[in-house]
């Protein structure tokens, strides 16, 4: 089992719709990150939380410490949302990855 | 634009040379990690460095290893490279170790044939 799980693996929206991505861990963290990569590799980061809820334009993360779960949401989704949604954990001397959620949203 | 830049973007050596990456962090930024990500996969940790020191490792073998620089520049260097090597090579920088937001360079990917 690994220690990052992310749900679903694959996701298909409609432009408009609400989306929620998974990400369970199963190991004591210092931080989770969120992370959105589009083709050709580029990584960019959109969140790291600790605690609570953190909100920036359509999205929001939340992370609840004592379930070891994590949601990144994303409201009113548009076609240029379409990436891969990638949860890490911060441990004190490395970083663990999930292995993505692959968003498409269609117009 | 994350400040974070990595050369060169795209590289082809052959089975059992010696390839070297660089990575410009962020001016200010202790901390630099780099991941390898094969195709179709998430990435996977290789090494983080702080202030010049190697500070956590992933089960990656000896013949990885890195160098951090007082000018916030690093370099991953990889011995006797195999075909599974193959793969987008990234880094990330950071102000501290574990709690800062982590900034991520576009790759190089690396193709050893």
């Known amino acids: 089992k690994n220690e990052v799980e992310q749900s679903p693996q694959n996701l298909t929206a409609q432009e408009g719709e609400f989306i929620t991505i998974n990400c369970s861990y199963s190991v004591g963290i210092s931080a989770l990150h969120w992370l959105q990569q589009h083709p050709g590799g580029g990584i960019v980061s959109l969140f790291m939380?600790?605690?609570g809820k953190k909100k920036h334009g359509r999205l929001i993360a939340t992370i609840n410490i004592q379930e070891k779960h994590s949601s990144l949401h994303i409201t009113a989704s548009h076609p240029r949302d379409s990436a891969v949604y990638i949860c890490?954990?911060?441990?004190?001397?490395?970083?663990?990855f999930g292995t993505g959620t692959r968003l498409q949203v269609f117009p | 634009e994350t400040g974070v830049t990595q050369s060169p973007t795209h590289l082809i050596k052959t089975r059992g040379q010696q390839v070297t990456l660089r990575c410009s962090s962020q001016s200010g930024h202790n901390t630099v990690s780099w991941y390898q990500q094969a195709l179709g996969q998430g990435p996977q940790f290789i090494f983080q460095?702080?202030?010049?020191?190697?500070?956590g490792r992933g089960n990656f073998p000896p013949r990885f290893s890195g160098l951090q620089f007082p000018n916030y520049s690093s370099e991953l260097n990889v011995n006797a490279l195999e075909l599974d090597d193959s793969a987008l090579y990234l880094c990330?920088?950071?102000?501290?170790?574990?709690?800062?937001?982590?900034?991520f360079g576009n790759g190089t990917r690396l193709t050893v044939t």
């Open positions: 460095y702080y202030r010049e020191e190697e500070n």
């Open positions: 990330a920088s950071s102000l501290d170790r574990a709690n800062s937001p982590l900034h």
């Open positions: 890490a954990v911060s441990l004190t001397d490395k970083l663990i």
């Open positions: 939380l600790s605690s």
